[in-house]
């Protein structure tokens, strides 16, 4: 059984920052492609960046420059560092990993169960 427990989220006013973290524990044989999404009420869930198992890196428009994705292979863990906070970063935010949980097994989708983000104006 494959988990993605995330934590981090809160609440902070414009202009600060925030940390979230997100680690997969289970029955792992490849951690591949990472991500993190967010739904801010009333709209699509939508990619804020993602990340490949060699490091490389894709940001939405609206967060590069101000967020920093990150990960930690050997702890399979996964970071976003939120700075310059606005509050149009209001949402849930859910983390997402392509796992593997063995040779002959397919990679599938995996979510975590989400944290809450509030920035205040």
């Known amino acids: 059984q494959v988990q993605l427990v995330e934590s981090g989220g809160g609440l902070v006013q414009a202009g600060g920052s925030l940390g979230l973290s997100c680690t997969a524990s289970?029955?792992?044989?490849?951690?591949?492609?990472m991500g993190w999404y967010r739904q801010a009420p009333g709209k699509q869930r939508e990619l804020v960046a993602d990340i490949t198992s060699g490091g490389s890196t894709n940001y939405a428009d609206s967060v590069r420059g101000r967020f920093t994705i990150s990960r930690d292979n050997a702890k399979k863990t996964m970071y976003l560092q939120m700075n310059s906070l606005k509050s149009e970063d209001t949402a849930i935010y859910y983390c997402?990993?392509?796992?593997?949980?063995?040779?002959?097994?397919?990679?599938?989708?995996?979510w975590g169960q989400g944290t809450q983000v509030t920035v205040s104006s």
């Open positions: 997402h990993a392509d796992i593997k949980s063995g040779w002959a097994f397919p990679t599938l989708d995996y």
């Open positions: 289970g029955s792992i044989f490849s951690l591949n492609n």
